[in-house]
């Protein structure tokens, strides 16, 4: 018999355990790129319709596959960006915070969100402030990190305060290519995120370094092809196939990198995170 008393080989990479998700996707039947809202878009560059639809059903069936309880809200003909469905609200407790976009190209696809959020049982609170959902709003643990500086006003933050009774930190953008929050933050879990430190002004890095001194910090390169913008459920973390770096971070951390090619809705400025909104009862 051999005693393996050498404690060196014992690993310390941390075990991790999913949590069950339940959320809301939009299949992308009507997507497009006719208006530029964000540096990624360019009407001029040809999009393949059926080609988003089959990446995003990509997503869908490895959500599916994770256990998640997927959602769908019907996409609507000349709402190109409708498939973005994190920036149809915020859900939290039942309460879904609905989005009043900054655009008036996707202004429409506030009452549409709202009306799927009250045909299915959650609280609709009406927003009076500019903001758009989970793209700039991101849960981790009990606390709210919220965006600003592009879409989101940070009036909106007080808002969801109120709604949510959270601690809502605010954060500001400061890179047009990083326009929402969740293209410049991935959460992990309660305790965790990833970040691009260049997307945030000075006082706002100074609050993410104190909070999260163990982030996964992703470079310009993966951040540069929306790596960041990826969904984990504490374990199984969804990310674009291309992030290799960020995968790599993920693996030696304990986590279980999974990637997606969402190249087509990249050329609308989105990625896993966009196509996914987490509806909290
Ligand atoms: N074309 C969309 C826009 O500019 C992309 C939204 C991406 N969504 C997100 N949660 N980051 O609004």
Known sequence: MTINTDTTTVSEIPVRTPVKRTVLMCKPEFFTVVYRINPWMDPALPTNTALAVAQWQTLYDTYVSLGFDVHLIDPIDGLPDMVYAANGGFVIDNHAYGAKFTHV????EGPAYMDW???NGFDVRVPIETNEGEGDFLLVGDVILA????????????EVASIAARPVITLNLVNPN???LDTAIAVLDDTNIAYLPSAFDEPSLAILRERYPDAVIVTEEDAAILGLNSYSDGYNVVIAARAKDFERQLRAR?????GVDLSELLLG???VKCCTLELRR
């Not at 965006?147 to 940070?154: C, E, I, L, P």
């Open 105 to 108: 190209q996707r202004q429409p």
């Open 117 to 119: 959020f009250g045909a």
């Open 254 to 258: 304990g986590y279980n990198p999974i």
């Open 269 to 271: 400025g989105g990625g």
């Open 178 to 180: 990083f326009y929402h």
């Open 147 to 158: 965006g600003t500086g592009f879409r989101s006003d940070s009036n909106s933050h007080a």
